[in-house]
């Protein structure tokens, strides 16, 4: 048998383009320090992110109010965002709706656009591409805008084969993975519930599609509508509703958030 050295490097003396063996000394003697916190006790920047919710329950409000908050630095949720450059992909909202939606959302958030210039938008809507074919793109223009933080919405709009086979969805989240790690970005994304009731399901088994799929995520944070509250109209009449949200997470960083309420 050869003999070791202390780092093991006559294990790995071959250049096959992968990642080199490192033993546990070495990165003991010399450990990295842990990527920066992008949402405080949520998510670290280059890592993944899944919003999870029924359909139109508001996860793309969601997503344009952590864009902004992310911009401006301010919580989102209740958790702090650290100042960042962020690339919203646009695959479902009418072009001009969407910019509605950021006037609508920074006016009810009462904060002043002062660093909107962070946020730039791609709007997809009637031109989206499978992943694999959408990512060469993505990453080039990710790159020139200086993006920190990518956010996809919705995720379905691009994704490849048949979301219940954990071999398609392996590969697509293996693209969420060279995303990352090419740009260096945390990349969001939101995703739909499956059908039926939800409320007796984990957070992380309620997204449609493949265990594997709704697994991958290093954060998830999952939405719950809970029942509607009425909102007297001027004339005092009961007009229209405001739901609820009950949000919970599956973390691998972070302590998770449990059942917290919006």
């Known amino acids: 048998m050869k003999e070791n050295n202390k780092y093991y490097d006559d294990w790995d003396d071959e250049d096959d383009g992968l990642p080199r063996i490192i033993s546990v000394a070495e990165l003991l003697g010399n450990p990295s320090k842990l990527p920066e916190e992008v949402i405080e006790s949520v998510v670290r920047q280059g890592h993944k992110m899944m919003i999870s919710g029924a359909s139109k329950s ?3 409000f969601l997503l344009i109010e952590l864009a902004i908050a992310l ?3 301010t919580k989102w949720l209740g958790f702090q965002c650290r100042k960042s450059k962020v690339m919203y992909i646009n695959l479902e909202i009418d072009r001009n709706s969407l910019i509605h939606r950021f006037i609508d959302i920074y006016e009810a958030l009462g904060i002043k656009p002062k ?3 962070s946020i730039s938008i791609w709007n997809l809507r009637g031109s989206s591409k499978p992943l694999d074919e959408l990512i060469p793109e993505l990453i080039q223009k990710a790159t020139l805008q200086g993006a920190e933080v990518i956010i996809l919405d919705p995720i379905y709009k691009v994704m490849m084969g048949d979301e219940n086979n954990a071999t398609d969805m392996a590969n697509l989240t293996n ?4 995303i990352c790690y090419e740009t260096g970005c945390t990349f969001v994304y939101s995703h739909h519930h499956s059908k039926g009731a939800q409320g007796f399901k984990k957070s992380m088994d309620r997204a449609s599609g493949s265990g594997g799929f709704s697994r991958d995520a290093d954060t998830q944070l999952d939405m719950i ?3 509607p509250i009425e909102v ?3 004339n005092n009449s009961c007009e229209s509703s405001i739901t609820d949200l009950r949000l919970e997470s599956s973390l691998n960083e972070f302590v998770n958030v449990l059942s917290k309420r919006y």
Request: net charge neutral; glycine share 10%; aromatic share 6%.
């Open 58 to 60: 508001g996860k793309s």
């Open 71 to 73: 911009a401006e630095g």
């Open 115 to 117: 660093n909107a210039h």
């Open 175 to 178: 693209l969420f993975d060279k």
């Open 225 to 227: 509508q809970l029942s």
């Open 232 to 234: 007297p109209s001027q």
